[in-house]
């Protein structure tokens, strides 16, 4: 099963250099689920339009889950959403909000119980977290460990964290999540592009006694306009009892 995390950005047409053509980036993503064959997606800075225009493109065996971060419509350019993409059946959704102050932008996280083709069922969580804020990344960690902890289905946490694991809170956070059986997909490499050093802020959490078989990093120069991040993707196995 092919899982991964991907920060979309809300571009959802790019001019090209010469200002006449354009990077149609709805087109674009649908191609890459095909061409890497992913089951389930976590995604992240999706606003409506992009949506809209996801859902005129993408295969029919593909649904899009996920509520926006307003409620109102009047910031319908500015709306983004942490959608769940997934060829799987969807049994219940719900996107719940995080803590965000004293930052200004709201935090959310979407939560999806997905049937798998084998028959069982997990509950995959999928969010993006306050950017260089200690006191609100602290709050919403713990309203996500809340979450997982409330749980009983195998959980999958993707998401922007903005955090590397060299972080004191991640690193605290990913010690804590082994309580519940969970543990971090090992991505080491950057998967944002402006940073200097290889350290990743796009992470993936798995049930322990999940198998990771492979790990991409997407880096296609066909993909450089489309985000500033990378597409994050894991092939995992699960136990057979």
Known sequence: ?????????????????????????????CQLL??????TLGTQELVAGYIENLKKTIPSDYQIVGKFRF???????????????????????????LPFLPTFTPRIVTQAEIELKNG????????????ANRWAQK???????????????????????NMTIYNPLFKDFIKRLEQYHLKRVPIFNKTYDSHTKERA?????????????????????ALYKMSDHYLVLADVSLPER
């Open 1 to 29: 099963m092919v899982i991964g995390t991907f920060n979309m950005q809300n571009k959802y047409f790019v001019k090209h250099y010469d200002g006449m053509n354009q990077q149609n980036n709805p087109k674009l993503f």
């Open 139 to 161: 709050r919403q960690l713990k309203a996500l460990e809340h979450l997982i902890q409330q749980n009983n289905l195998p959980i999958v946490l993707t998401g922007d964290f």
């Open 120 to 131: 069982k069922t997990i509950c995959f969580l999928n969010t993006h977290l306050a950017l």
């Open 71 to 97: 409620s109102t419509n009047l910031l319908k350019k500015f709306n983004e959403t942490n959608s769940i993409i997934t060829k799987d059946k969807i049994l219940q959704t719900k996107t719940f909000k």
């Open 34 to 39: 095909k061409t890497y064959h992913i089951d």
């Open 201 to 221: 802020i796009d992470h993936i959490f798995i049930p322990d006694d999940w198998q990771v078989n492979t790990i991409q990093i997407i880096k296609d120069t």
